[in-house]
């Protein structure tokens, strides 16, 4: 996980998510779309998804500050769907969780500004928490 490369239509989707919620950092949008994924209850289902975009960045980009939380996060998941905290199961959930959480944001018809993006964070029950991480920058 040290080096995350999304897929070309990760990429798309990112670009228009940038568009319609003019958040312009590809991280803060990622990190929304990993929280989305975890928050499903079921596991993404297994995919052989390609790095052929040219969108990377490292893990202390995608998680900032927060690096512990989401580590944390992703193997309480990890062990929830009983996969193990291996680094193979981690890297591949991760990559499997980030691409799923993309693609729903980028479905979601009702996400068409930042407004619509932090209705859906306090729908979670979160809404303390989200002004902070769509303006965290690192």
């Known amino acids: 996980m040290e080096t995350i490369r999304l897929s070309q239509q990760a990429k798309e989707q990112l670009s228009r998510l940038k568009k319609f919620t003019k958040i ?4 803060v949008l990622c990190r929304w779309g990993f929280c989305v994924s975890l928050r499903e209850k079921s596991p993404p289902p297994p995919a052989r998804i390609p790095a052929d975009s040219s969108v990377e960045m490292t893990w202390k980009v995608f998680a900032g500050p927060y690096q512990d939380v989401y580590l944390g996060l992703l193997k309480a998941r990890c062990e929830r769907d009983g996969l193990g905290t291996s680094q193979d199961a981690l890297d591949s959930q991760f990559r499997l969780h980030l691409h799923r959480g993309i693609a729903y944001l980028a479905g979601d018809r009702r996400l068409r500004d930042i407004e619509a993006l932090l ?17 965290n920058e690192a």
């Open 24 to 27: 312009q950092y590809w991280n």
């Open 119 to 135: 209705r859906m964070a306090h729908e979670s029950g979160r809404p303390e928490r989200a002004a902070e991480l769509v303006t």
